[in-house]
């Protein structure tokens, strides 16, 4: 190990007071929580924000929707091939562009999205209970310059 190493370790933050370890201990609790309160709808965390996304932002192309869930086109692939078997939302070639294919939801999928929504509002309010108004605009703010600074595919060698 070189000095310089050995220096970067000893300056290292507490694993648990790391940003990229607390978003992770966030989302586990969270899919510990959400997921078997939507399994029955054959959903996941993943797939019900995927459903909550198009019922806000309306019909999307799956490029606007990889770029928004920041996941891996194959991820996202799998994902939506599965909620379109369970009629939760049709893949169609958009009538613009042939290669591109926009995603919408189903009323089945509308219905479904309501659910994720209100499973979202008692997330919320339980952040609610800890957090002023401020507190939460001040942390949505900065989760935002988090996501903004983190690097792409590929950006990143060790």
Known sequence: MTEQQALQGANRRPLEDRVSFLTHRINAQLQQVCNPLIA???LDLYSSRIIVAIAEK???????????????????????????RDDYLTRNRSKTDNRTV????TQKGMDVA?????LSDVIMENVSKSLSGDEIELLSSLLQRVFAC???VGDVSL
């Open 40 to 42: 029955d709808h054959n």
């Open 58 to 84: 309306g019909p999307l192309k799956v490029g606007e929707l990889v770029d928004l869930m920041a996941l891996p086109q194959s991820t996202m692939s799998h994902q939506l091939k599965r909620m379109e």
């Open 102 to 105: 926009v995603i919408a939801l």
């Open 114 to 118: 309501e659910i994720c929504n209100r």
């Open 150 to 152: 983190i690097p792409k």
